[in-house]
């Protein structure tokens, strides 16, 4: 039956809640396969050290122990996947699975046992005798460049993975010329992830017919499969990738990491199903960070702050080994250096650092926080030289509001948007001039408690990708496009196959709720499969915020094709001309006569049965789509944190947080608001509380969950949220993306408020994370005291 | 090998099982008995994704042996629903969109169950404190709070 209630705009509960609120989802480590062997991989304990040895003698004398092995066991068809050569002289050593000669970070793997039980390889793998020389450390990308540091990779001859540079305009002249530069040193510290769900694999071999199946928790279970045939010479057609429930991923599960080529090979080899699930700990070592930069930012102006020229050199922290997008992760923010403003010239170089940590990739935001703080911290610093306030110095630098393609001097074609608009609507939610008063208050009666207010009006670029932008202009090695297959069953159920991947995201219900409105049909009606390489076999997977904006047009376009065959049969079927049938609330009639009506439910089923098919027409109701953007999304908006700061201890309480997101057309905005909370949360967790931390020898000395401050529901404030809706014109739906905008948006929003809050006293900056310690310092150095 | 003998009631079914001595419980229940819903997410006992209820009181059951458990009552996410009835938590969580990933989610509901039984009538903050031994990466907390609150008010308003 046709139904007139629109689900796109709704905050329509979630289909896939049920499962999860029962304890009936299924993750990786969920799962048993008969027969199944349980890995544990040996893992370096010194940061940088020669391998001059290993037995597995005593570990394999042990009970249950069916195999063990060294790196100089394995020979590989190829290295673990690398997808973003940024530039043509890039150094890219290859990343073995496990290190054959030296471990060059702490963690490294070395060695792998195979026992009956999970304790068994636990047990085998201590008992696995490695003898080490170790090696001199380096861990920081600034001394990593310094002449006589230690060398990552002896035959590079340097640390230097690559320099990648973008420049518009005469940027030396407008910097010679400016009468105002400002300039700003920031240190975006590392991150370790910290997805709730360790990663997990299991492997099931059919010896027989060479066939696999691989279970993981991955965002990627369509490259995953790509990189496995790489590095293991199983071909993509015999190896089946599901990713189940998945824990949440942010990034660390968009990776083809050492342990799922292990426990293929191992399965391959031994011709048992394989198991593995890391340890937390373990994964702080083993599971890739993010972040990880040194920036020059620098802005040029004229005496009253209109901005003139941006330029931007940035040290990216590259760990150990380049892995699978770590070199394009920072230049995925190369052009956002200028935010929403304008200019006349604009530079970002990048160089791409080897140090003895663990790999560092995509996390949350990937690139756009940290080009984000840079942009939006300095403004703030602009407004304290120029004698502006913060609105009013973004206020008069913005881009005008635009609702066609425009050129950024970042090199940006910008598909929509409206600067002016998020930040008014956000100053009004605050009430910004209640709490400037109450900030002057507290100041004049030298309150020990002070008030900051901080902004952060950015701009980001996701919805990855375009595929030839990315490919020919960005080096990006793999494609951007999505996929969509639309199935109407013979009683009028429909079946959505996505290629994206989503893994709490909530696609299972902002797909139904768009085929649901697109062909009529009740939201209920509609299921939708995605995560497996059987089910779903052509994808990109999700990360980069692009399950929305290039995952929902596939959708879109899927179900025109579902709607123009019906159509056809609707015709046939009424006995009219094509041209005088229309659709409307999911029911085709005759123009004219809405009485007598087809519904996507009744003409799946003439599909099905077929005795009545227009002359030559096929069977089935059915349809794939691709969806290939011609450019990127760009969602923006204003993000104002209010911090009280303790004067004596240092400590920052984040008291307020509005954001006013616009993401385009919203399909589900319980769902948007969901993500812009989430993110946030992540940006005040950088911002205040996270860092993870090696001592000189490359230690991880942030080695848990006890060091490594991921912040509770007493830490995080509740997010007071607003919403504009500017469509994308990238994109028919208009749809952008939302995964990521919170972490991007809020970070620079809270430091420049602890800033702020501390400025009468001669603060002008803070290092981040902004711990009470390092707060109490800047406070004890801008009052001339021992820091 | 050495083996413990532990007998437990698992929402309120009597299971018994022996395990190696060194087994946690949260093992017991996932690997041994298959309630696989309760999760694990570190080794420090930090996170609270393991939060089972024992004697009706909320704990993260990595930091027990199993053999703790012996001639106790445990109850799991998978105990909550009755007669196919979802809790009125388990409602909330879902009326508010207090989850995303939902792996600290059984965890989180546990932990709210324990307390609301404690404290029915909980200001923001008293659930807010509540939830200090449970970490979610996905939420920013809010909606997990907004649906604990949620709860709070139908539970008490249908005891009344």
């Keep these: 039956m046709a139904t007139t209630e629109r689900y796109v705009g709704s905050p329509v509960p979630r289909k896939e809640d049920a499962e999860f609120l029962t304890g009936q989802a299924r993750y990786t480590d969920d799962l048993v396969v008969p027969g199944m062997l349980w890995m544990s991989v040996v893992r370096s304990p010194y940061a940088h050290a020669r391998i001059d040895g290993v037995d597995v003698s005593k570990a394999l004398a042990m009970p249950g122990v069916v195999a063990a092995f060294s790196g100089q066991d394995f020979e590989w068809a190829g290295p673990l996947l690398m997808a973003w050569p940024v530039t043509a002289d890039i150094n890219n050593p290859p990343h073995w699975p496990l290190a054959k000669d030296e471990a060059r970070y702490q963690g490294d793997g070395v060695a792998v046992v195979v026992a009956e039980s999970r304790g068994a390889a636990m047990d085998a793998a201590e008992a696995v005798s490695i003898r080490y020389e170790m090696l001199p450390a380096v861990t920081e990308s600034d001394e990593a460049l310094v002449d006589g540091a230690p060398l990552v990779h002896d035959e590079l001859g340097t640390n230097r993975s690559y320099t990648w540079k973008l420049t518009n305009g005469d940027v030396d002249r407008v910097f010679a010329e400016a009468p105002v530069v400002v300039k700003q040193r920031n240190v975006i510290r590392r991150l370790i992830p910290n997805a709730m769900e360790p990663r997990s694999i299991i492997v099931q071999p059919t010896p027989a017919t060479g066939q696999f199946t691989m279970w993981s928790a991955t965002q990627i279970p369509h490259i995953l499969r790509t990189g496995m045939a790489l590095a293991t010479g199983v071909p993509e057609s015999k190896l089946r990738v599901i990713a189940p429930r998945v824990g949440g991923g942010f990034g660390s599960k968009l990776q083809v990491y050492p342990e799922e080529a292990l426990a293929l090979e191992l399965a391959r080899r031994l011709g048992r199903p394989i198991k593995w699930t890391e340890s937390r700990a373990e994964g702080y070592l083993a599971t890739h960070h993010g972040r990880d930069q040194i920036q020059d930012m620098e802005i040029a102006a004229s005496r009253d702050g209109k901005i003139l020229g941006y330029r931007a050199r940035i040290l990216a922290n590259m760990g150990a080994y380049l892995r699978i997008i770590a070199p394009g992760t920072p230049v995925l923010g190369a052009f956002l250096f200028c935010g929403c403003y304008g200019g006349e010239a604009y530079e970002t170089e990048f160089i791409g650092v080897f140090t003895n940590t663990t790999p560092v990739d995509a996390y949350r935001g990937a690139g756009r926080p940290e080009s984000a703080y ?7 610093a602009l407004a304290r030289e120029v004698g ?20 950024s001097i970042g090199g940006l074609t910008l598909d929509s948007g409206n600067y002016p608009a998020t930040l008014d609507t956000a100053l009004a939610l605050l009430g910004y001039e209640e709490v400037r008063a109450e900030q002057q208050a507290r100041r004049e009666q030298g309150d020990r408690r002070q008030i900051g207010i901080g902004f952060s009006t950015y701009l980001e670029n996701c919805g990855w990708g375009p595929s030839r932008i ?14 969509a297959t639309i199935r109407c069953h013979p009683t009028g159920k429909v079946v959505v196959v996505t290629g994206t991947t989503p893994h709490g995201q909530g696609g299972q219900t902002t797909i139904a709720q768009l085929v649901a409105d697109e062909l009529g049909v009740p939201f209920d ?17 999700t990360y980069g915020s692009r399950g929305n904006a290039v995952g929902m047009p596939a959708v879109h376009r899927a179900a025109q094709k579902i709607i123009e065959k019906a159509r056809k049969i609707a015709a046939h079927e009424l006995e009219v001309a094509e041209s005088d049938i229309v659709f409307e609330d999911g029911a085709f009639s005759v123009r004219g006569a809405p009485d007598v009506t087809r519904t996507i439910a009744s003409l799946a089923f003439s599909t099905w049965t077929g005795h009545n098919l227009p002359d030559g027409m096929e069977p089935g109701l059915e349809a794939s789509a691709f969806f290939d953007p011609q450019n990127l999304v760009f969602p923006f908006g204003a993000h104002i944190c209010v911090v009280e700061v303790d004067t004596e201890t240092g400590e920052v309480e984040v008291t307020r947080h509005v954001a006013v997101d616009d993401v385009g057309t919203i399909i589900n905005p319980q769902i948007v608001d969901g993500q812009v909370m989430g993110g946030v949360a992540q940006g005040i967790a950088e911002a205040l509380y996270e860092e993870a931390i ?10 848990s969950m006890t060091q490594y401050l991921v912040p509770g529901a007493t830490e995080v404030p509740s997010v007071t949220l607003g919403r504009h809706e500017t469509p994308s014109t990238t994109n028919e739906l208009g749809v952008k993306g939302v995964g990521e905008t919170g972490t991007i948006a809020s970070p620079p929003a809270v430091i420049n408020a602890v800033v702020d809050a501390l400025s009468h006293l001669g603060v002008t900056d803070v290092e981040r994370p902004a711990t009470p310690e390092r707060v109490w310092r800047a406070i004890q150095a801008a009052k001339g005291g021992a820091a | 090998m050495v083996v413990t003998h532990v007998a437990v009631t698992v929402n309120g079914v009597a299971r018994e099982a022996d395990v190696e001595p060194r087994t946690l419980l949260v093992y017991l229940l996932r690997e041994t008995f298959g309630l696989t819903g309760t999760n694990v997410g570190c080794d420090t006992s930090t996170c609270g994704a393991c939060t089972i209820l024992l004697d009706d009181e909320s704990v993260k059951s990595c930091t027990l042996l199993a053999a703790q458990a012996d001639g106790r009552e445990v109850i799991t996410i998978e105990g909550m629903a009755s007669d196919g009835e979802m809790h009125p938590l388990q409602e909330a969580f879902h009326r508010n969109h207090g989850l995303q990933c939902g792996y600290c989610t059984p965890g989180m509901i546990m932990a709210a169950a324990s307390f609301l039984s404690e404290n029915p009538n909980p200001t923001e903050a008293e659930v807010r404190e509540a939830l200090e031994g449970n970490l979610c990466r996905c939420t920013g907390y809010q909606n997990i709070v907004k649906s604990i609150l949620d709860a709070a008010g139908r539970m008490s308003g249908a005891s009344a």
Excluded at chain 1, 374 to 380: G, L, R, S
Excluded at chain 1, 388 to 407: A, G, Q, S, W
Excluded at chain 1, 694 to 703: I, K, M, P, Q, V
């Design chain 1, 525 to 541: 009606d509609v299921e939708v499969l995605f995560g497996d390489t059987d089910i779903a076999p052509a994808g990109w997977d």
């Design chain 1, 470 to 483: 990315i490919g020919n202009v960005l080096k990006y090695a793999g494609g951007g496009w999505e996929a």
């Design chain 1, 374 to 380: 840079a942009i939006e911290h300095v403004m703030d």
């Design chain 1, 694 to 703: 090696y001592d000189e020898r490359g230690n991880l000395t942030t080695s």
């Design chain 1, 388 to 407: 502006k306030d913060p609105v009013e110095i973004r206020r008069m630098n913005f881009l005008p509001p635009f609702d066609e393609p425009t050129p």
